[in-house]
């Protein structure tokens, strides 16, 4: 039972499989576990991300360039200094799922 588990424990921190369901039961004094994994679909995981991301670089450029328009100028400080950590933080966000996606490519 022990290389059983292993060998799940090594599926699912590959980050290649999910653990989509776990069964218990009890019959006749000898418990039963049941893992229900899936093999992670990389070529549509890579579609939703590349979307994602293009979603988000969209709405980053924009805040972006609302940041440079008058209009921004005349927000108070406070509210200049979120949308600016914002776009940071977007941009952080962006970075990572730049990342992910050489990963998978990586993978694939």
């Known amino acids: 039972m022990a290389d059983t588990l292993d060998e799940l ?29 899936q093999r992670e679909d ?21 805040l972006h360039a609302f940041l440079k328009t008058s209009d921004c100028n005349m927000l108070s400080q406070e509210e200049q200094y979120l949308l600016g950590h914002q776009w940071n933080v977007m941009n952080d966000y962006l970075n990572t799922l730049k990342k992910r996606i050489k990963l998978i490519k990586e993978k694939l």
């Open 42 to 62: 990389l070529e549509l995981s890579l579609l939703r991300l590349q979307a994602e991301k293009m979603r988000l670089q969209d709405e980053a450029n924009r």
């Open 9 to 37: 424990n090594e599926k699912l921190r590959s980050g290649n499989y999910h653990l989509i369901k776990e069964d218990y039961a009890l019959h006749d004094d000898v418990e039963e576990y049941v893992f229900h994994i």
